[in-house]
């Protein structure tokens, strides 16, 4: 793990990378990271995320900026600029049922090729997706998901990098940790390394690739 | 009592000790308010949090303390916050009691459309094809109709939610069941006839001889 200040973290972002980006309607977002994107411009980008949240808050931000050419997301439905650029075509964006996105990005974290569900079975969902019967039951193949960064946004980091999240920030961002080339991690803490208790690290060290300095 | 309050507190009677329950974004929210004095429910916001409380009082929100829609809420003792994955393997692996979820349509067999409107409204699903397809029991809380036309309609005209079928429909005319693929009147509300129920309703409805009204 190494610690790299924010425009140099962000600097490695190429444009049309792919990110996993932390939160739920904002709550747990890389807000600085995500601020840093926009100030370098970064463009062509394909986020996937639980969600766009709201115009000016989290990746709202970004999609503001006509920073996205592609959104992976569950809900888009509290962000009318997201709707008004999907309409226009200006942006694609692929629905996804939330606990299906959840599990696609695990998958994709542990090694795993995809993962069966009931969810969606007989709606819009299922088209062009393969049925798997398992035990007289079916389930639909939904395949991994990874991204060439993950921006995680943590409670606490430790100098090694181990992270523990706060309350309902959790969310996507310790699945999201998982599944990505690159995992940049902020935090609203840096802590020195013991502040953490072993059995307090939700996300383990070794995973982190950045953390993101302090201000 | 407006609409809304009749169905909420018809909801609330569904509850029972212990339960873990989820409730949705709208009218579903509103049966918190009405839990029975004394029964404790664990309530469950999908964005990773069991033990959901009342909206915190002014000035006492956290940022890192919202419901799925985004909104402060309050922490009750013994809660427990949790990650996404956690929260999905609660709704779809046969942990979730109950889901209380709004209704755009729900047709004769207990199929509900409830995530867009082709053309006008796409939200995106969100965790609503999860809960749907993987509560133990699904209610749906809804007005009867919308500009006088009927939500229970005989075929959803909307893109399904889920091929599985909600268990029942509360209204602020009536309560519906859906049991093997039929729509029967269960109960009606405070001085409503199951003939004015069957003038809003499109599907199909079979009517009992005796249907109670609803207690509140």
Not at chain 1, 51 to 63: E, F, H, M, S, Y
Not at chain 2, 163 to 183: H, K, N, S, W
């Amino acid at each position: 793990m190494r610690t790299l200040t924010l425009d140099q973290a962000v600097e490695m972002i190429p444009e049309g990378a792919s990110l996993m980006i932390g939160g739920f309607m904002g709550v747990g977002t890389p807000e600085r990271v995500v601020d840093e994107i926009v100030r370098q411009t970064k463009r062509d980008l394909t986020v996937i995320a639980n969600d766009t949240a709201a115009p000016g808050r989290g990746i709202g931000k970004l999609v503001d900026a006509k920073l996205l050419r592609k959104a992976i997301v569950s809900h888009i439905g509290l962000n009318p600029e997201t709707q008004r650029q999907m309409i226009s075509g200006a942006l694609e964006v692929e629905l996804v049922p939330q606990g299906t996105l959840i599990e696609r990005i695990r998958a994709g974290g542990h090694g795993l090729g995809g993962i069966l569900t009931q969810t969606g079975i007989g709606t819009p969902v299922e088209d062009g997706k393969q049925r798997i019967e398992v035990d007289g039951t079916s389930y639909l193949l939904e395949v991994a998901l990874r991204a060439d960064f993950a921006l995680v946004q943590a409670f606490l980091a430790d100098y090694l990098g181990n992270l523990s999240y706060a309350l309902t920030a959790r969310n996507f961002n310790p699945v999201m940790a998982m599944a990505a080339g690159t995992v940049i991690a902020s935090a609203d803490n840096i802590v020195p390394v013991g502040v953490l208790a072993p059995d307090h690290v939700v996300t383990p060290a070794p995973v982190v690739d950045y953390l993101v300095a302090n201000a | 009592m407006d609409p809304q309050t009749i169905i909420a507190r018809r909801i609330a009677k569904e509850l029972r000790p212990g339960m873990l329950v989820n409730l949705g974004i709208g009218i579903p929210t509103l049966v918190a308010n009405y839990v029975p004095q004394g029964m404790h429910v664990f309530f469950q916001s999908e964005n990773g949090l069991i033990g959901t409380g009342a909206p915190p009082e002014e000035g006492m929100a956290h940022p890192t303390l919202t419901d799925a829609g985004g909104r402060p809420v309050t922490a009750l003792p013994g809660a427990c916050t949790f990650d996404s994955a956690m929260s999905f393997g609660l709704i779809r692996g046969g942990h979730l009691d109950l889901t209380v979820l709004g209704g755009l349509q729900v047709d004769q067999t207990g199929r509900l459309a409830n995530w867009m409107i082709p053309g006008k409204m796409v939200p995106g699903m969100g965790g609503a094809m999860d809960l749907v397809t993987g509560a133990k029991r699904v209610v749906v809380a809804m007005q009867h109709t919308a500009k006088g036309a009927p939500k229970i309609v005989k075929q959803c005209t909307l893109p399904v939610t889920s091929t599985r079928p909600v268990d029942l429909v509360v209204t602020e005319l009536a309560v519906i069941a859906f049991r093997d693929g039929q729509a029967t009147l269960l109960e009606t509300a405070p001085g409503i006839s199951p003939e004015q129920v069957a003038a809003a309703t499109q599907a199909q409805l079979s009517v009992p001889a005796r249907v109670p009204e609803m207690t509140l």
